[in-house]
Antibody, heavy 128, light 110 residues
């Protein structure tokens, strides 16, 4: 069964840092892009960041660029999101998703066609 | 304000049909596949329709998707109370190099 499971959320003060993890199983992890999407309390979905299968290409929402870093360890089938300089508006439930896209001739696979499998999410609260 | 435009809410009686629209531009819907996600209360989103009109395994054929130009539509027939959820459209935005979503549509089955 294809699964992704997020962890690492918690309560952090404004200006603080947190690293989220997403453990994947049931599929060839390095053959798929991966994406983080967040949902603030009572709000809709907001894309945060995506990464190609090899990890060579990364993509960020304007709201987090320069503060968040997406990365992956394909040997551990794990996706990460390092979040620095956290703000109150970063408070949300953070979802990790297997992102089905296209693969290039050099065998790197990119996000962007559809978010096939979502985790249950991990909650990040930024408050003093 | 979301990049893709959806109606905030729709409603219909059990057994009836409903459609949810999703409007974008040539930089997003007009140039990319559209997918739809169902979020039941208190749960994570789930893929409902991918590549404009395809259903993942396990999704009943009561759910359908279509795309024309810069707009997409989700259709649900034979409405059931269990279909009450928030529905989101999404697509990759070329200029932003990232995903954009609609604001979500709350479906109420009266």
């Amino acid at each position: 069964e294809v699964q992704v499971l997020e962890s690492g959320g918690g309560l952090v003060q404004p200006g603080g840092s947190l690293r989220l993890s997403c453990a994947a199983s049931g599929f060839m992890f390095d053959k798929y892009g991966m994406t983080w999407v967040r949902q603030a309390p009572g709000k809709g979905l907001e894309w945060v960041s995506s990464i190609s299968g090899s990890g060579s290409d990364t993509f960020y929402a304007v709201s987090v660029k320069g503060r968040f870093t997406i990365s992956r360890d394909n040997s551990k089938s794990t996706l990460y999101l390092q979040m620095n300089s956290l703000r109150a508006e970063d408070t949300a439930l953070y979802y990790c998703a297997k992102d089905n896209g296209y693969c290039t001739n050099n065998d790197d696979c990119y996000p962007g066609y559809y978010l096939a499998v979502w985790g249950k999410g991990t909650t990040v609260t930024v408050s003093s | 304000q979301s990049v893709l435009t959806q109606p905030p809410s729709v409603s219909a009686a059990p057994g009836q049909k409903v459609t949810i629209s999703c409007s974008g531009t040539s930089s997003n819907i007009g140039n990319s596949y559209v997918s739809w996600y169902q979020q039941l209360p208190g749960t994570a989103p789930k893929l409902l329709i991918y590549e404009n009109n395809k259903r993942p395994s396990g999704i009943p054929d009561r759910f359908s998707g279509s795309k024309s130009g810069t707009s997409a539509t989700l259709g649900i027939t034979g409405l059931q109370t269990g279909d009450e959820a928030d529905y989101y459209c999404g697509t990759w935005h070329d200029n932003l190099s990232g995903w954009v979503f609609g604001g979500g549509t709350k479906l109420t089955v009266l």
